[in-house]
T-cell receptor, first 112, second 111 residues
Framework: DGGITQSPKYLFRKEGQNVTLSCEQN?????MYWYRQDPGQGLRLIYY???????QKGDIAEGYSVSREKKESFPLTVTSAQKNPTAFYLC???????????FGPGTRLTVL | AQTVTQSQPEMSVQEAETVTLSCTYD???????LFWYKQPPSRQMILVIR??????QNATENRFSVNFQKAAKSFSLKISDSQLGDTAMYFC????????FGTGTRLQVFP
């Protein structure tokens, strides 16, 4: 079954801790993206990656980091420098050069 | 700056009726793509419909159709024969090199 998986579905973190959100796809897509969604708002782009070992900052990259060691995987680390990390995080992928992005089921991160 | 505006925070419709969700956008580009995504209570973003700006013909997917007015920079979504499963947040989005989302319209379908 082709698709995008994100884990965990719910994540709790204490203040001052780093936490990593997983995103995996088996669609053979080149590009992968991370978005943040806050209540009453649309999605905002955190980071994106067009190819392995390369990634670019989106609109709200501060306090986040990513890696792209494999085509299938694009993990997002929320660092202690992110001042307001509680949000819903969505991963997406696409064939680079095409316009349509497909989304995973999301991870809800709550900082206690 | 590229922006997407959805002026209706909430809408409601009775089952089997038709509803139209509004979206306007601002861009200086000539070639771009427009999308409507649906986010049900599960919160997964699901692609509903896609429109290429260079195509004059309005896109249609089963009960979903758009009214694309390029000069007016308007991209509304019409849902015909509304079903209870259509209850969700609907996001309009614009894409040239990245996706830009509106703030969404919450649609409630009543029996």
């Amino acid at each position: 079954d082709g698709g995008i998986t994100q884990s965990p579905k719910y994540l709790f973190r204490k203040e001052g801790q780093n936490v990593t959100l997983s995103c995996e796809q088996n669609l053979n897509h080149d590009a992968m993206y991370w978005y943040r969604q806050d209540p009453g708002q649309g999605l905002r782009l955190i980071y994106y990656s067009q190819i392995v070992n390369d990634f670019q900052k989106g609109d709200i990259a501060e306090g986040y980091s990513v890696s792209r060691e494999k085509k299938e995987s694009f993990p997002l680390t929320v660092t202690s420098a992110q001042k307001n990390p509680t949000a819903f995080y969505l991963c997406a992928s696409s064939i680079w050069g095409t316009d349509t992005q497909y989304f995973g089921p999301g991870t809800r991160l709550t900082v206690l | 700056a590229q922006t997407v505006t959805q002026s209706q925070p909430e809408m409601s419709v009775q089952e089997a009726e038709t509803v139209t969700l509004s979206c306007t956008y601002d861009t200086s580009e000539n070639n771009y793509y427009l999308f409507w995504y649906k986010q049900p209570p599960s919160r997964q973003m699901i692609l509903v419909i896609r429109q290429e700006a260079y195509k004059q013909q309005n896109a249609t997917e089963n009960r979903f159709s758009v009214n694309f007015q390029k000069a007016a920079k308007s991209f509304s979504l019409k849902i015909s024969d509304s079903q209870l499963g259509d209850t969700a947040m609907y996001f309009c989005a614009y894409n040239t090199d990245k996706l830009i989302f509106g703030t969404g319209t919450r649609l409630q379908v009543f029996p």
